[in-house]
């Protein structure tokens, strides 16, 4: 598929990818580095139709635990994947995944107050799912098998790995 | 990709260049990686200036321990308890220590259905038991008593269509539950101006005392019951639940590490804004002169007797009344706080607990001095006691001043603030510390921006482990609402409950409750120093070796 990418298609791909997984991997990466840090407050600001579910999470201390390891290490290992380009299409799938959650659990729905309010005007739509669309666009359009570790990936692993992996 | 392959083609076909197309290859492959140094330079530079930074702990020394309760003991006894008075309080005092009545428990189950948030009766099913069994109620009212006998017995947590247990034994006056056998322990809600003679008559009978605030009505009262529980030894704790606030035992030790510096001045105050919270609760339907033993409301002979000499010896009679106290009235019976006659109004019932707390956090003592002015400014409703009161206290030896005030026309909050040199502490559930912008101690850090002085630097949250940093914007954000660790351990406990559960543990491993008679003592003669202010319209002053209020 990348056969039919123009360099500057190619490019811009590359620096979308660079972006994302600059972005997810710094995010991870201060949560990690913080020991207090925990969603517990964000979830516990859930709204919207799901918004119930995050609360109840975030008021059983051995869920809390999991939801907290699993979105620091998520975060990094996505923006580490789409940085340096391996497994990448996995990591448009997990990016994905988190963006979903996070849309769920703050949608920007109308009358909507966050305890942190978003620092624009957004109705539905919100950054979060700006950049859910473009892991899908990083997805169906797979760069780093020309540029990044996947280059390599490619070759040497079976061909079941292409479809959702890299 | 195009493009890339032609080019790499003729390469290719010169043969003899596979080096230049592993390193082309390896280009490609890698050509991102690098950004990761510049990743790794970010990340350390944050750490260093925003994470490692903002460690306070050379200048403000302060453990990681949450609040500590007494725990109760595997095998304790049961207590056996009887209440007295089931008011508006006697239900939420019952109810903390497991026991409501059925109809309640409908209307939290209707609710919960209603809006699935509504989580009161999960939470009331899960609070911990606390081995007790309710062996005798008694009102004087007698809507309230058969209410409480139907709580007493609802020992399963179940609706009107639940199972009960043995109902307990109803009884029309405290003096006969008093001579009950099978009860250890009463727990004391009434009227401020039967709090201190039935507290007497329970010790005098054996039986551990809960009482409600303020401990007495009258000052004579005062010593006698703080004598009689000290002689007969049985555990008495007063009811200002504000003990068991994780963040007031912190604050006790940020004062005690003098991380405020000199504390000169403490704002504290109340703000209500509803009838209800004016006391003009509602006339209970069935209430009528059969119903209600309006001879028992009058009160105890010797305490109308000191309240009646204090009163006229000081020339108040306009205070006293105005209806005769042999007259029947419900706005009396059930709106009783707003007339001295049986209150002590604000200073009794609200100052109290603003007073209870900072003599918590920093073992003030009596007030050498109190002065108060205030007056019936908004529910002119035919009270006596005051709706607006300000109320200050003086410790000279100590250099603080207290300043109390008070509306039940305005619900704006103006916090428990301590006014430090160096920092000023606001106490709710969290706390939070506020550099003084001329602090000394913390100079250096104002200096060097790692301590703001336009926000609190510092927020303490019950839960919380972390004490030795300033807190980050994002953490005061959730924080200051409220929203973050209002659970402790995934529960989140009432004050009350575990204001009870202390006195019953103490009762069971024989210690003395936090705030048992000697603070109770404090409490109760700085509200009437308050009183005495207001009324007398001067300042009243207590002279530490006699023990006594006297005049200025």
Redesign the interface.
């Known amino acids: 598929m990348?056969?039919?990418?123009?360099?500057g298609q190619?490019t811009w791909l590359?620096v979308l990818r660079?972006f994302i997984g600059?972005h997810f991997?710094?995010e991870g990466?201060?949560k990690l580095?913080?020991?207090?840090w925990t969603a517990?407050?964000y979830l516990?600001?859930s709204k919207g139709w799901f918004g119930?579910m995050f609360i109840n999470m975030a008021?059983?201390?051995g869920i809390m635990n999991s939801v907290d390891f699993l979105n620091k290490w998520a975060l990094v290992f996505i923006g580490?994947g789409l940085?340096?380009?391996c497994f990448t299409r996995l990591s448009c799938i997990g990016g994905i995944l988190l963006l979903l959650l996070y849309t769920m659990s703050h949608p920007a729905l109308i009358g909507a107050e966050y305890?942190?309010p978003f620092e624009g005007s957004y109705f539905l739509i919100d950054k979060n799912l700006v950049e859910l669309a473009a892991l899908g666009v990083l997805f169906v359009l797979p760069s780093a098998r020309?540029?990044?570790?996947d280059?390599?990936l490619i070759k040497i692993l079976p061909a079941g790995f292409n479809k959702f992996i890299i | 990709?195009?493009?890339?392959?032609k080019k790499s083609n003729p390469e290719s076909a010169q043969g003899n260049k596979p080096r230049n197309i592993g390193r082309r290859?390896l280009l490609?492959?890698?050509?991102?990686?690098p950004?990761?140094g510049v990743?790794a330079y970010?990340?350390a530079r944050?750490?260093k200036t925003k994470?490692l930074n903002r460690d306070i702990s050379d200048v403000f020394k302060l453990s990681s321990t949450n609040a500590v309760y007494l725990q109760p003991q595997a095998g304790g006894r049961q207590i056996r308890i009887g209440l007295i008075g089931f008011g508006i309080r006697g239900n939420q005092l019952m109810r903390a220590i497991g026991f409501v009545q059925p109809s309640y428990i409908d209307t939290l189950i209707e609710a919960g259905k209603k809006n699935?948030?509504d989580t009161r009766y999960d939470e009331f099913k899960e609070q911990d038991d606390l081995n007790v069994v309710i062996t005798g109620v008694c009102d004087i009212f007698d809507v309230y008593s058969e209410a409480a006998m139907l709580a007493g017995s609802n020992i399963h947590k179940e609706g009107t269509t639940g199972k009960f247990g043995p109902a307990p034994k109803q009884y029309r006056t405290y003096q006969e539950l008093l001579a009950a056998d099978d009860i250890d322990a009463v727990i004391i809600a009434t009227p401020d101006h039967w709090h201190g003679t039935i507290a007497m008559a329970a010790a005098r009978a054996g039986k551990h005392v809960y009482c409600e605030k303020p401990v007495t009505w009258t000052v004579p009262e005062t010593y006698l019951l703080r004598d009689t529980i000290r002689d007969t030894g049985v555990v008495f704790q007063l009811g200002h639940q504000g003990r068991q606030t994780a963040s007031y035992q912190k604050a006790a030790e940020i004062i005690k590490n003098n991380l405020l510096g000199h504390v000169s001045l403490i704002e504290v105050c109340t703000n209500r804004n509803t009838p209800n919270g004016a006391w003009v609760y509602p006339i209970i339907e069935g209430s009528n002169p059969q119903t209600i033993d309006w001879k028992q409301f009058e009160g105890d002979a010797a305490r109308i007797k000191e309240y009646e000499d204090y009163m006229k010896s000081s020339k108040l009679e306009r205070y006293m009344g105005p209806d005769e106290r042999s007259k029947f009235s419900l706005e009396r019976f059930f709106r009783w706080r707003c007339w001295w006659d049986y209150s002590t109004g604000l200073s009794g019932d609200l100052l109290t607990h603003e007073f209870d707390a900072v003599n918590q956090i920093m073992q003030l003592g009596i007030p050498a001095s109190a002065t108060s002015s205030g007056g019936v400014y908004f529910f002119k409703d035919g009270r006596t006691v005051p709706d607006v009161l300000q109320t200050t206290f003086e410790w000279p030896d100590n250099n603080i001043t207290m300043l109390y005030s008070a509306t039940l026309a305005s619900s704006r909050n103006r916090g428990k603030v301590f006014m430090g040199h160096d920092a000023s502490m606001e106490v709710s559930d969290i706390l939070t510390l506020t550099a003084d912008r001329d602090s000394e101690r913390y100079a250096e850090k104002i200096n060097q921006g790692i301590i703001p002085t336009d926000q609190p630097f510092f927020t303490y949250v019950p839960g919380q482990?972390?004490v030795d940093a300033v807190t980050s914007a994002?953490?005061l954000?959730?924080a200051q609402?409220g929203?973050?660790?209002?659970?402790i351990?995934?529960k989140r406990y009432d004050t009350t409950h575990l204001h009870m559960r202390e006195w019953l543990e103490c009762i069971r491993q024989e210690k003395t409750p936090s705030c048992n008679i000697d603070q109770a003592f404090e409490e109760a003669m700085a509200a009437h120093m308050g009183t005495r202010a207001y009324l007398e319209g001067r300042t009243m002053y207590w002279d530490k070796t006699k023990e006594e209020i006297v005049k200025g």
């Open positions: 990348e056969n039919n990418l123009t360099k190619l590359v660079i600059w991997l710094y990466m201060i580095l913080n020991p207090n517990m407050a516990l600001d119930q008021g059983n201390p580490l940085l340096i380009g305890q942190l020309a540029i990044g570790i280059r390599y | 990709m195009e493009k890339d392959n290859e490609k492959t890698l050509a991102t990686v950004l990761l990743m970010g990340v944050t750490r994470l699935p948030d482990s972390k994002t953490e954000y959730f609402r929203l973050l660790y209002t659970y351990n995934g």
